[in-house]
């Protein structure tokens, strides 16, 4: 009994441990979140480090792992051309002290 407890408590950990892995997809209809690149994170609502690893990408911290399977994946995103189509808006930042919300509104989309 204490066994199949332990193994459903580290497979439902590891499952949501990366909640930040995400893959971009072909058609908007197949997307979790339509997202739009800002020019400025002052516009954004996240702003986005992009993880070389997926063990990085923890929590619901603007810290994003890409996949390379939407199996992989906790999230599909669809990067949209117009930022009145977006679900969110995003800017991709070179480090990753600054990736974090800016709206807090719009945090439970990732989750």
């Given at each position: 009994?204490?066994l199949l407890?332990?193994?459903?408590?580290?497979?439902?950990?590891?499952?949501?441990?990366?909640?930040?892995?995400?893959?971009?997809?072909?058609?908007?209809?197949?997307?979790?979140?339509?997202?739009?690149?800002?020019?400025?994170?002052?516009?954004?609502?996240?702003?986005?480090?992009?993880?070389?690893?997926?063990?990085?990408?923890?929590?619901?911290?603007?810290?994003?792992?890409?996949?390379?399977?939407?199996?992989?994946?906790?999230?599909?995103?669809?990067?949209?051309?117009?930022?009145?189509?977006a679900d969110?808006?995003?800017?991709?930042?070179?480090?990753?002290?600054?990736?974090?919300?800016?709206?807090?509104?719009?945090?439970?989309?990732?989750?």
């Amino acid at each position: 009994m204490r066994l199949l407890l332990l193994t459903i408590l580290v497979s439902f950990s590891l499952n949501y441990s990366y909640s930040q892995t995400v893959f971009s997809v072909d058609s908007k209809y197949d997307a979790d979140v339509k997202v739009f690149v800002v020019s400025s994170k002052y516009d954004a609502d996240l702003v986005v480090y992009k993880c070389s690893s997926k063990y990085d990408a923890t929590d619901n911290k603007g810290l994003w792992f890409f996949a390379s399977s939407k199996y992989d994946a906790k999230k599909k995103i669809y990067f949209v051309n117009s930022k009145y189509d977006a679900d969110l808006l995003i800017f991709f930042t070179d480090s990753k002290y600054d990736a974090g919300w800016k709206k807090n509104s719009k945090m439970q989309l990732m989750y």
